[in-house]
C-alpha cells in the first residue's frame, strides 16, 4: 500500500477497507472459502510508517519500494500517491509483475495512461482503478433504477458537485495548496473528470463528446506555511457530455460555491416515465403518473411545495439488507476476488485511461471554444491507439 500516509489512502484504504476486511475475517471467495490479507505499508517518511503500523497493530512496513516489489510474499501493489508520482511506481509495479490497484487519474497525461493500461495487458497482470462513485448508496439506488427500467427513455442528467475551499488566509483550506498549482498536478477538471467519466459511462452511456469552459475563479491562495502563492489551476469546470444513445449531461464542479443543496454532489436523471435526484447517499424519485402540472405564471407567487411531491427510495442493498457497506470497502473485496479467483472486475486501467482521455479533452476544449469528440477506447483497440500516441498523433 504506497501513499499509504495520505489521508485518503489511510482513512478509505487502509482503516475502512484493509482493516475491515482483516476485522471481517477476510474476503469470502464464490466456494465459501476465505481469503485473508496482509498489508506492507510503503512511503516516504519512516516515522509515520511506523506510527501507522504501531497504532493499528501491523508488522509490515518500508520506505524502500524496489524491494517490496522484488518481494514474493506481495501478490498486489496499491496505489495512493500524489498523481505526479504514480505513473513511474505503475511501471515498477508492472515490471514486477503485481496485480494494481490503484486511485485516478492513473497518470498525468493519455499517453501515460494508455502505455500503462497496453504495458499491464502485455504483462498478463490483473488491475484495477478505484471507482469509488458507483459504490455510493445513491448512486447504487440510482443503477437499481435504471435496471428495473424507471426512467422509461433517459433523456438528460445534470449534476451539481462542490463547495467553498477556503482561501487559507483567514481560515485553513481544506485540500492542499498543490490542487490549484498547475504545475503540481491540481486542477479540478484533472481531478473530477476522470469520475465523471465513469459514473456516466457505467450508469448512462459512452462519453462521445465534451464542450467545457474552466477558470481559475479565485487567483491568489495560501499555503500550508501561511505563503500566498500564484493559483495556476482551474477552481471550476462548467462541461456538456454528449452520451450514447442521444443523453445530454451537464456537469458543474466547483471548489468556488457555496452549498444550498441537500448534499456535496447531487444528479438529476430525467425520463419519459420519471425523475430522480441522487446524492452521496440520498435518491428522490418522482413518476411520471405523480407528477405535478405546473404553470408559469410570474404574476402570482407559486405556493406549490414542489419538494412534497417526490418520494424517498428507501436504504436497502441490492439483497435487501437495511443500509450499504462502504463503498471503498466493497471494492476492494471485489477486486481480491479477482485476483484470488479471476471474479468479473471492469474497472480497470484502461477505464481509467479513458477518465484521464475526457480530462484531457475537457482541458482542450476550454482552451479551444469548441466542441471536441472522444474517441473511443477499448481493448480491441488498444494496440492501435498506443501505436497512434506513441507516433506523435494526438
Known amino acids: 500500500m504506497n501513499g499509504v500516509s495520505g489521508r485518503m489512502g489511510y482513512r478509505q484504504h487502509l482503516v475502512r477497507s484493509i482493516l475491515a476486511i482483516r476485522e471481517q475475517g477476510g474476503v469470502e471467495l464464490s466456494d465459501g ?6 498489508p506492507l505499508l510503503v512511503g516516504r517518511n519512516e516515522a509515520k510508517l511506523a506510527e501507522l503500523a504501531r497504532r493499528h497493530g501491523l508488522e509490515h512496513y518500508t520506505t524502500d519500494l524496489d524491494a517490496a516489489l522484488a518481494d514474493d510474499r506481495w501478490q498486489i501493489y496499491s496505489d495512493f500517491l500524489v498523481t505526479k508520482a504514480r505513473a513511474s511506481a505503475l511501471r515498477k509495479a508492472i515490471a514486477a509483475g503485481k496485480a494494481i490497484y490503484t486511485e485516478k487519474p492513473t497518470a498525468e497525461t493519455f499517453e501515460e495512461a494508455l502505455e ?4 499491464a495487458d502485455e504483462a498478463g497482470i490483473k488491475n484495477g482503478v478505484v471507482h469509488d462513485k458507483l459504490y455510493l448508496p445513491g448512486l447504487r439506488k ?3 433504477l435504471i435496471d428495473s427500467g424507471f426512467f422509461g427513455r433517459i433523456l438528460s442528467v445534470r449534476g451539481e458537485f462542490g463547495y467553498w475551499v477556503f482561501e487559507g488566509d483567514w481560515m485553513p483550506a481544506q485540500r492542499p495548496s498543490w490542487n490549484y498549482r498547475t504545475e503540481d498536478g491540481g486542477g479540478i477538471i484533472v481531478d473530477m473528470f476522470p469520475h465523471w467519466n465513469y459514473v456516466l ?9 465534451v464542450y467545457a469552459r474552466a477558470v481559475t475563479e479565485i487567483p491568489e491562495r495560501v499555503d500550508e506555511q501561511g505563503r500566498t502563492y500564484k493559483a495556476t489551476a482551474d477552481d471550476a469546470a462548467y462541461a456538456v457530455f454528449d452520451l450514447a444513445g442521444g443523453i445530454t449531461a451537464q456537469l458543474n464542479s466547483s471548489w468556488t460555491t457555496r452549498v444550498n443543496r441537500d448534499e456535496l454532489v447531487e444528479f438529476q436523471v430525467d425520463g419519459t416515465h420519471g425523475s430522480a435526484v441522487v446524492g452521496l447517499f440520498g435518491c428522490k424519485i418522482q413518476p411520471r403518473n ?8 410570474p404574476d402570482i407567487p407559486d405556493g406549490h411545495d414542489y419538494a412534497a411531491d417526490w418520494h424517498e427510495v428507501p436504504p436497502l442493498d441490492l439483497n435487501g439488507a437495511e443500509g450499504f457497506e462502504n463503498g471503498f470497502k466493497v471494492q476492494w473485496e471485489e477486486f481480491i476476488r479477482h485476483v484470488a479467483e479471476d471474479a468479473p472486475f471492469p474497472y480497470d486501467l484502461l477505464s481509467g485511461a479513458r477518465g484521464v482521455l475526457m480530462a484531457e479533452k475537457g482541458l482542450e476544449s476550454s482552451r479551444t ?3 471536441v469528440d472522444i474517441p473511443e477506447v477499448t481493448a480491441e483497440n488498444l494496440r492501435e491507439l498506443a501505436g497512434t500516441v506513441d507516433g506523435g498523433a494526438r
Not at 33 to 38: I, M
Not at 116 to 119: E, G, I, K
Not at 201 to 209: I, K, N, T, W
Request: aromatic share 10%; proline share 6%; net charge positive.
Open 290 to 297: 405523480a407528477t405535478p402540472r405546473p404553470t408559469w405564471n
Open 116 to 119: 500503462l493500461a497496453r504495458l
Open 142 to 144: 440510482l443503477r437499481r
Open 369 to 371: 471554444g469548441a466542441r
Open 201 to 209: 459511462e457505467y450508469l448512462f452511456g459512452r462519453v462521445e463528446s
Open 33 to 38: 472459502r476465505r481469503v485473508q490479507v496482509e
